[in-house]
């Protein structure tokens, strides 16, 4: 079975630091990781996807991601947080049935301290 | 491509009443839809996957006659809550699965904010 854990609930960064939303998974398979980002009162938006293609991600916004299968991890990163990255963001992770749920965390909200 | 709406983005109603959600994939078709609620601060939980043209598949703890789902088109999904009561206000999201882009990626609705007073 499938699984995935957000190790942080909160992170607070200042703006122009660096962001490490860490996550980490459970699968039976070569599993499909996502990161989707949710904004106060929006609705969910596709960070990036990994699909067994290159470890090393990149998504929109100047966000990235590298699968590292020994670590069971797909932590996502930015260099430099803008405030307009504050948002709850979730990692997630498909599942093997037929119709490929999503298996999500519990998700990590990120803070900006300007 | 791959926009998914729902309708309406926010609703208030009476206790006791039924509401409809609609979902619509736009630009694509989509054979799977699913079907989550969002509570404050909380994660995504999956309420049912809806598959074109047959009955909706629930989660367990979820009660498909209050939470009735029809998937009657390529392209739209319904969510009706019957005899709605407090408790059901929640954020309500669909999300659909084009088989075009890959099996892997759903698109995700706005989402729907139900108030029941």
């Known amino acids: ?114 | 491509g791959a926009v998914v709406s729902q309708h309406p983005s926010r609703v208030i109603c009476k206790s006791g009443t039924s509401v409809k959600i609609e979902c619509r994939s736009l630009d694509f078709q989509a054979t799977t839809m699913f079907w989550y609620r969002q509570f404050p601060k909380q994660s995504l939980m999956l309420m049912a996957t809806s598959n074109e043209g047959s009955k909706a598949t629930y989660e367990q703890g979820v009660e498909k006659d209050k939470f009735l789902i029809n998937h009657a088109s390529l392209t739209l999904s319904t969510l009706t809550v019957t005899s709605a009561h407090p408790e059901d206000s929640s954020f309500y999201i669909c999300s659909a699965r084009d088989l075009g882009v890959g099996a892997y990626e759903q698109y995700f609705g706005p989402g729907t904010r139900l108030t029941v007073t």
């Not at chain 1, 904004?39 to 067994?52: A, D, E, F, I, R």
């Not at chain 1, 290159?54 to 405030?83: C, D, R, Y």
């Not at chain 1, 990692?91 to 490929?100: E, F, I, K, L, R």
């Open chain 1, 1 to 114: 079975a499938q699984s995935v854990t957000q190790l942080d609930s909160h992170v607070s960064v200042s703006e122009g630091t660096p962001v490490l939303l860490r996550c980490n998974y459970s699968s039976s398979y070569s599993p499909s990781l996502f990161w989707y980002v949710q904004h106060p009162n929006k609705g969910l938006q596709l960070l990036l996807k990994y699909t067994s293609a290159a470890t090393l991600v990149k998504g929109i916004n100047g966000f990235e991601a590298e699968f590292k299968k020994s670590e069971t991890s797909f932590h996502l990163t930015k260099p430099s947080a803008h405030m307009s990255d504050a948002a709850e963001y979730f990692c997630v992770v498909s599942g093997m049935d037929s119709n490929y749920q999503l298996i999500w965390g519990a998700g990590t909200k990120l803070i900006i301290k300007p």
